[in-house]
Nanobody, 124 residues
Framework: QVQLVESGGGLVQAGGSLRLSCTASGRASGRTRGMGWFRQAPGKQRELVAG???????AYADSVKGRFTISRDNAKNTVNLQMNSLKPDDTAVYYC?????????????????WGQGTQVTVSS
């Protein structure tokens, strides 16, 4: 089992920044797993925003490239998402997820564990 707890969401004006953090705990180590940040806006499907493999290789959705940065600190069992130049379209509930492998993918079914989600709202 891996427990994931997100923090750092909130309300910000367009152009602003937020930093999301995800802390993993439990017997099944998150250090060997790929980790992803997903988001889901009202009426839309959940989508991968950014992912990072256990070895530190990163991947981003086209819509956030150059604005968002994902990182991980295996010593602290944390995965962070730095979000800059936020837009109203970034408004969503953001979820941290642990992959069943060392890699990341866009498929929700490839992730075994999910956090409870944190709301990010960007006002125009």
């Amino acid at each position: 089992q891996v427990q994931l707890v997100e923090s750092g969401g909130g309300l910000v004006q367009a152009g602003g920044s937020l930093r999301l953090s995800c802390t993993a705990s439990g017997r099944a180590s998150g250090r060997t797993r790929g980790m992803g940040w997903f988001r889901q806006a009202p009426g839309k499907q959940r989508e991968l925003v950014a992912g990072i493999t256990s070895g530190g290789i990163t991947a981003y959705a086209d819509s956030v490239k150059g604005r968002f940065t994902i990182s991980r600190d295996n010593a602290k069992n944390t995965v962070n998402l730095q979000m800059n130049s936020l837009k109203p379209d970034d408004t969503a509930v953001y979820y941290c997820a642990a992959s069943s492998t060392a890699w990341v993918s866009r498929r929700i079914g490839d992730y075994d564990y999910w956090g409870q989600g944190t709301q990010v709202t960007v006002s125009s």
